[in-house]
């Protein structure tokens, strides 16, 4: 019987490093699975794979091996990943777990029941693929990759036949398990409200009570919970000296908890040029089970006049579109830092993020730097009409801004760069086009 010390939870392992991968060159069966022997190369991940000097669009593999005795002793593990574009599939030891659509959304699957004692297999089955290439995939395309896939920033330019080279392909941020025990926290959501002096702070987070299971090889682990625990809600200025706020709740077990709070002489966010960014770490903690998140308070609104009032006094925004990079795994958090120093010296406050999402680190970092962001979605021309495709998009839409929802530094949404509309060039260059289609969609 395997004994577990108290401690927090989640524990996180890495599964950054060497994997090993292979390029699949032929058309297969949707069916077919690469059978890894062991000889193939290997990648340092995370990383955009032309970044690792392979120029392939289409399927690679990847393999990595884990031993059950690297991770926590714990009930639950789930495999996650915090970025991986396009399309990927997953396998544990032989066994398919599931699949996952979109570049930029942080997933994961429980991968206990696939465990074993041992040595124990991962294999990942990435798709990057080409849109209808060459012929008008500007305006028909299906995929939602943004400036990613058609853009005047790609190596190609955005009309020509060699728009799309060079893929973004990859498993290019990074590769974790999650271990968990009791209860499991997720979409915190921290919704503020600015009044006089004070602020009324609403909370609503997902809890999951886990099952202890065992398995036919091995004891996950022995454990007795702690009945009817009471949640600890803690606000702790994270980078400046303040008061610190907490509050205890008596909850049941429930999957969708709401909690509120009033925070008197709370600190507000502002710009950089406006006065001191004031954040705060918002921890919940249940039993051993806890989740933070880093946040601040604001007010951004407009006057007659359409004049920017921040926490009610004028704001001028002076801004710049932003690209970090077509490969995101080089743009690490120095990187990111440089672009933002370089804008601040230049007076700006608010940086547009054009037609994609960023890695999470960089709205972190303007979080932290005083800086505005409007948030463009991954619409970014033309695309399908098709119900599956409508579908795909609202549901990743909302996996967006699920994301970014706690960064005080977001503060407008924008769902589609440049939607085609009716002018004369269009006419030859796309010959089915449809002039009338946004039309449709302004009168709907």
């Not at 004891?219 to 907490?246: A, D, E, M, R, W």
């Not at 004049?307 to 009610?312: R, S």
């Amino acid at each position: 019987m395997l004994l577990l010390h108290a401690s927090t939870f989640p524990k996180t392992t890495s599964l950054d490093g060497k994997w090993l991968y292979h390029t699949q060159q032929l058309t297969r069966s949707s069916h077919y699975v690469y059978q890894f022997e062991g000889n193939e190369p290997s990648m340092l991940l995370p990383s955009n794979w032309y970044k690792q000097g392979e120029n392939h669009a289409g399927i690679m593999w990847f393999q990595r091996r884990i031993n059950l005795k690297d991770l926590p002793l714990a009930s639950h593990h789930f495999l996650t990943f915090t970025g991986v574009d396009y399309l990927c599939d997953i396998w544990v030891n032989g066994q398919y777990v599931g699949s996952h659509e979109g570049y930029f959304q942080t997933f994961s699957f429980d991968i206990t029941p696939y465990l074993h004692r041992g040595d124990n297999s991962i294999k990942v089955k990435v798709n990057s693929p080409l849109e209808n290439y060459p012929e008008h995939y500007s305006l028909h395309k299906t995929l939602l990759r943004g400036i990613f896939s058609h853009h005047d920033t790609r190596p190609g330019g955005a009309w020509s036949a060699e728009g799309q080279d060079k893929n973004s392909g990859g498993i290019w941020n990074h590769i974790s398990i999650q271990s968990y025990q009791d209860y499991r926290f997720l979409k915190l959501r921290a919704t503020p409200h600015i009044l006089k002096n004070k602020v009324s702070l609403d909370i609503d987070v997902n809890l999951t009570k886990l099952t202890q299971k065992s398995h036919a090889s091995f004891l996950y682990y022995t454990h007795k919970s702690v009945q009817n625990p009471l949640l600890k809600v803690t606000l702790t200025p994270s980078n400046f000296k303040g008061k610190i706020f907490s509050k205890d709740f008596k909850i049941k077990d429930q999957n969708n908890i709401h909690l509120h709070l009033m925070l008197k002489e709370a600190k507000l966010w502002y710009t950089h040029d406006r006065g001191f960014p004031h954040l705060y770490t918002l921890k919940l903690q249940l039993a051993n089970t806890q989740i933070h998140q880093e946040i601040g308070f604001k007010s951004l609104t407009q006057n007659q006049k359409k004049i920017y009032l921040l926490n009610g006094a004028p704001l001028y925004l002076k801004g710049t579109n932003y690209i970090s990079s077509q490969y995101m795994s080089e743009m690490d958090e120095k990187a990111l830092k440089k672009d933002l120093e370089l804008m601040k010296d230049a007076h700006i406050n608010t940086i547009r993020v054009h037609a994609h999402i960023e890695p999470k680190r960089f709205y972190t970092l303007c979080d932290k730097m005083g800086f505005l962001v409007w948030q463009d979605y991954n619409l970014q021309w033309g695309y399908i009409q098709s119900e599956a495709f409508q579908k795909e998009a609202i549901k990743q839409a909302k996996e967006m801004v699920d994301m970014l929802y706690n960064h005080p530094s977001i503060y407008v949404w924008s769902m589609h760069n440049e939607p085609p509309w009716n002018s004369e060039w269009m006419k030859w260059k796309y010959p089915d086009y449809n002039a009338s289609i946004n039309k449709k969609l302004d009168d709907a």
